[in-house]
Structures are given as structure tokens and as C-alpha cells.
T-cell receptor, first 116, second 113 residues
Framework: DTGVSQNPRHKITKRGQNVTFRCDPISEHNRLYWYRQTLGQGPEFLTYFQNEAQLEKSRLLSDRFSAERPKGSFSTLEIQRTEQGDSAMYLC??????????????FGPGTRLTVL | AQKVTQAQTEISVVEKEDVTLDCVYETRDTTYYLFWYKQPPSGELVFLIRRNSFDEQNEISGRYSWNFQKSTSSFNFTITASQVVDSAVYFCALGRGFNKFYFGSGTKLNVKP
């Protein structure tokens, strides 16, 4: 049973460029979450999916951000026209909706984005 | 509103000392879940423990133990006989069902040999 994987692990881009990150959840996990973590802070929620449906988006997710989860498997997070303030670690997590009392989220290694 | 506060920014201990990490939460939900995660220097968040709001029994798992007190909205985490490998940032999180988690700002634990 492999864990959550994220690609790329690191991304350096110039301001104004578009970037896309991928997350592969644990197989059979139907819930997938995206968080953003800046230096010295805890993760902040961005959005989450149940299967292919995007159920909630944070107000942190501006119009430049878009996330998809086609066919309820892997997910992509795209940032258009990147800004220096987008520099952060982007974390993906997944969980299995069966019993809420076992709702821990399992996290991937993250994608560290640096916008120059 | 949901909020998690970890007042301890950084703690340093010498190996084999016991250390307690504090967590205070705010929620109006009657059913909620509390978690502790560990983030080593490699960066990946590792799930440690979960506690459901309707179960206040405190437990011990190996060198880890936790103290959940609804009356004070606290969910403290203790590592007994700390080891250098315990050095990491520890996050407390609050969740409701399968919705998003609210994380505290983390406590950096330094265990010195």
C-alpha cells in the first residue's frame, strides 16, 4: 500500500508563469484535500474533493487557482500568473469516507513552490 | 469558528526527558475530532493520534500519551523518555467529520543528545 505521492517535489518558476502540481492519493481513498503551508505556519486548507466533486473551496483559493480531480483518482492544482506570495509548500492529503471516527488524513511529501 | 492554538513555539529538552506539547482548541460543534501530526525535517506530515470528542478516555501508546479535557478545551500530547529522533515540528489539528482540518501553528521540538 503506497502512500500519497506528489509531483514535482520542487518547482522554481518566474513570476507570471503558470504551474501545475499533481497528487496521487492512496488507492481507494475517495476524499482528497489540498493545503498550503508557509514557513513557520501550520497547513491552511485550500480545497477538497469527494470522488470527482469539489465540495469546498477556501477564500484563499483566488481566481488564479484551479483544482480538478477527473474520474475521482489523481488531482491537479494549477496556479496561473504566479506571484511571489504564492511561494509555499503545497500539501495533498487523502482519507477514506467510511466511518467518520476514522477520518485521519494521510499527507503526501508536498510540492515546494518558489516564485522568483 | 474553529481555531487551534499552540502557544509553545519551540521547546528544547535533553534526551530521555519527558515533554508535553500543549494544544487548546475552539469549536461550537458537539462532535469533533482532534489530531496530532509530526513533521520531521523531511517535510512530510505523519499522523500520530486521533481523539473523538465523545470519548474522553486518555490513553498511552508506547512513549506517547495524550490528555484530552473538554472542560478546558485542551488536547495535550506527551512524549515520555524523548529521543533525538523525536525532533520535529508537531501540529495539533481540529476536524469535523470528513471536512477540512484546522491546524495550529506548530511546536518545534528539539531533543538534544
Amino acid at each position: 500500500d503506497t502512500g500519497v505521492s506528489q509531483n514535482p517535489r520542487h518547482k522554481i518558476t518566474k513570476r507570471g508563469q503558470n504551474v501545475t502540481f499533481r497528487c496521487d492519493p492512496i488507492s481507494e481513498h475517495n476524499r482528497l484535500y489540498w493545503y498550503r503551508q508557509t514557513l513557520g505556519q501550520g497547513p491552511e486548507f485550500l480545497t477538497y474533493f469527494q470522488n470527482e466533486a469539489q465540495l469546498e473551496k477556501s477564500r484563499l483559493l483566488s481566481d488564479r487557482f484551479s483544482a480538478e480531480r477527473p474520474k475521482g483518482s489523481f488531482s491537479t492544482l494549477e496556479i496561473q500568473r504566479t506571484e511571489q506570495g504564492d511561494s509555499a509548500m503545497y500539501l495533498c492529503a487523502s482519507s477514506f469516507r467510511w466511518q467518520a471516527r476514522y477520518n485521519e488524513q494521510f499527507f503526501g511529501p508536498g510540492t515546494r513552490l518558489t516564485v522568483l | 469558528a474553529q481555531k487551534v492554538t499552540q502557544a509553545q513555539t519551540e521547546i528544547s529538552v535533553v534526551e530521555k526527558e519527558d515533554v508535553t506539547l500543549d494544544c487548546v482548541y475552539e469549536t461550537r460543534d458537539t462532535t469533533y475530532y482532534l489530531f496530532w501530526y509530526k513533521q520531521p525535517p523531511s517535510g512530510e506530515l505523519v499522523f500520530l493520534i486521533r481523539r473523538n470528542s465523545f470519548d474522553e478516555q486518555n490513553e498511552i501508546s508506547g512513549r506517547y500519551s495524550w490528555n484530552f479535557q473538554k472542560s478546558t478545551s485542551s488536547f495535550n500530547f506527551t512524549i515520555t523518555a524523548s529521543q533525538v529522533v523525536d525532533s520535529a515540528v508537531y501540529f495539533c489539528a481540529l476536524g469535523r467529520g470528513f471536512n477540512k482540518f484546522y491546524f495550529g501553528s506548530g511546536t518545534k521540538l528539539n531533543v538534544k543528545p
